[in-house]
Nanobody, 122 residues
Framework: QVQLVESGGGLVQAGGSLRLSCAAS????????VGWFRQAPGKEREFVGR????????YYADAVKGRFTISRDNAKNTVYLQMNTLKPEDTAVYYC???????????????WGQGTQVTVSS
C-alpha cells in the first residue's frame, strides 16, 4: 500500500507561482507513473500532467503547458509540480496520484493523495 501526501498549496495572486509536493510512503515511485490532477468546484477532475518516474519523461495538458513543470527527487521519493504564471482559472484542489499506465484518465490511477487547495486571486 502506498500513501501520498500533497503539500504546498495556498493563496497566490494572478501571475504568481507555487510549488506543490507529492511525497510517497510505503512504496517507491520507481517503475510507476505519477500524475497531477485538479478539480474545481462543480467540475470534473481534470488531468494536469504526469511523469514516468523511471525515465523522467513528462507530459502536460494544453491548459498548463509552458507554465507548469513536473520534476522528481529520487532520494526523497517526491514529485513536484512547479506552477508559474498562475491564472484565476487554475484555482482548484490539486491531487497527485500514482499508477502503472501512462494515462490522462483518473480511473487509471490506483492511489491518490488527499489534495491541496490552490487559490489564485485576480
Amino acid at each position: 500500500q502506498v500513501q501520498l501526501v500533497e503539500s504546498g498549496g495556498g493563496l497566490v495572486q494572478a501571475g504568481g507561482s507555487l510549488r506543490l509536493s507529492c511525497a510517497a510512503s510505503g512504496r517507491s515511485f520507481s517503475g510507476y507513473v505519477v500524475g497531477w490532477f485538479r478539480q474545481a468546484p462543480g467540475k470534473e477532475r481534470e488531468f494536469v500532467g504526469r511523469i514516468a518516474w523511471s525515465v523522467g519523461s513528462t507530459y502536460y495538458a494544453d491548459a498548463v503547458k509552458g507554465r507548469f513543470t513536473i520534476s522528481r527527487d529520487n532520494a526523497k521519493n517526491t514529485v513536484y509540480l512547479q506552477m508559474n504564471t498562475l491564472k484565476p482559472e487554475d484555482t482548484a484542489v490539486y491531487y497527485c496520484a500514482t499508477g502503472a499506465l501512462m494515462s490522462d484518465l483518473p480511473a487509471h490511477y490506483a492511489y491518490w493523495g488527499q489534495g491541496t487547495q490552490v487559490t489564485v486571486s485576480s
